[in-house]
């Protein structure tokens, strides 16, 4: 079993930051890509950021600037700070991971619950 825990949403007025945090249990083999999507009401599911284990990075334009992904791979943790953040960044932030777990061969896409991040104007 794998899971994937997120914290660090909340409420933060326009120009603020947050730091959000996801944290991979379970019987882990090796994770892969780790990265953040998010979701805002009526919209669909969009790639916020995400990042290889051997560190190479990809944003959504519209985050580039303002955000930063960064991954403690002997803490199975990826993690998403959050500058400048504006009204339209509102939106569920989900944890996505790509992990082999032992005694598997497969590559398995996991989800965490998601965190609310809302930023009001």
């Known amino acids: 079993q794998v899971q994937l825990v997120e914290t660090g949403g909340g409420l933060v007025q326009a120009g603020g930051s947050l730091n959000l945090s996801c944290v991979a249990s379970g019987s882990i083999f090796r994770i892969n890509a780790m990265g953040w999507y998010r979701q805002a009401p009526g919209k669909q599911r969009e790639l916020v950021a995400a990042g290889t284990s051997g560190g190479s990075t990809n944003y959504a334009d519209s985050v580039k600037g303002r955000f930063t992904i960064s991954r403690d791979n002997a803490k199975n943790t990826v993690y998403l700070q959050m500058n400048s953040l504006k009204p339209e960044d509102t939106a569920v932030y989900y944890c996505?991971?790509?992990?082999?777990?032992?005694?598997?061969?497969?590559?398995?896409?996991?989800w965490g619950q998601g965190t609310q991040v809302t930023v009001s104007s």
């Open positions: 996505n991971a790509q992990i082999v777990r032992r005694f598997d061969v497969r590559t398995l896409s996991y």
